[in-house]
């Protein structure tokens, strides 16, 4: 993803908020290592140095080692010269003559593609046609290979449990997040946040010792299990006006007759985060946090919704 590809050059927090954040949001996801290749220099990050560090998983340093690795093409086949084939013959005969998708040789002469991943040495991926700039996770056969695989960027969490960021997906209405929503079948659980909603602790409930017991018996700690009644959870969190004002604001849900009141009606819980929150605002970004962690209950299983709560759609 070139995260400043389609950017304006002016900044755009006040005339473009969305486009703001969907810049910063990116931003922070990118290993730092890959920021000077997608992320030209922008109005919108002259500050980016005060934002907090999210380290996660696969920000790795040079000095660090995963079998997974994000990376960027610095070299397409094209370009892959000899200067770089002699290159790279020279990383192979350092690496005990290893052999990567039945290369018996300690020399690679065929096409490839050369990409950047944060170590000291430029990595090889055999046989493979990227366009430049092109941004691509790859997995290692072994320790400290020249050589590397391109895997779907889902890869690291589906196989091996990595938490591998996130993506960011900017919608023009509320009601395009439920309809280009990108998994088959939607979501099929959802929690509109609001001052106004039903206090989580009211509709998420401790689940009995004795089943959760045997729920842990079954189901031994794992970071890829999930609980089996949900696959994909939406949680919206409104601005300063609420999710409302999105409902007054869409073509959409205006058609469909769904009026700002009607908000929690789009959703399959209508929830407080913070009963009693005393100030009038709560900043979204601490809304964020209080938000997750009030379902992490929900997320390890150790908890469930009470369905009496659970608002059902019709069709």
Known sequence: MDGGASSPKAYTANSDPS????????????PPYLRKHLFPIHPNLRTAGLLPSLDMPHHLRANEWCDFREGIVVSSPGRYS?????????????????????????????????????????????????????????????????????????????????????????????????????YDGGYDLSFGTSERGMSISTVLEEKPQQAHDR????????????????????????????????????????????????????????????PGQGSRTIRTEEAVWMGLTSLHGLFDGTHRLKKAYRYHHNG
Not at 19 to 30: K, N, Q, V
Not at 133 to 144: D, G, I, M, S, Y
Not at 240 to 262: F, H, K, T, Y
Request: net charge negative; hydrophobic share 30%.
């Open 19 to 30: 486009h703001f954040l969907t810049h910063i949001l990116s931003y922070l996801e990118t």
């Open 82 to 182: 000899a200067r770089n084939r002699h290159s790279a013959s020279k990383i192979t005969q350092r690496s005990n003559d290893h052999q990567f998708h039945h290369h018996s040789s300690s020399t690679y002469n065929g096409p490839a593609t050369i990409v950047d991943t944060g170590l000291s040495q430029k990595i090889i991926l055999p046989n493979i046609h990227l366009p430049e700039h092109a941004r691509v996770t790859v997995r290692f056969p072994q320790h400290e290979s020249p050589y590397a695989e391109p895997v779907h960027s889902s890869t690291p969490r589906v196989e091996a449990g990595y938490y591998w960021g996130y993506y960011v997906r900017r919608c023009r209405s509320l009601s395009s997040v439920f309809t280009e929503c990108p």
């Open 215 to 274: 729920y842990e018996q079954d189901h031994p700690p794992d970071r890829e299990q999930r609980p089996p009644d949900f696959q994909h959870i939406l949680i919206v969190f409104g601005g300063v006006a609420g999710i409302e004002a999105a409902v007054r604001n869409d073509p959409q849900l205006r058609d469909m007759a769904i009026r700002p009141s009607d908000a929690d009606k789009l959703f399959d819980y209508w929830v407080n985060f913070l």
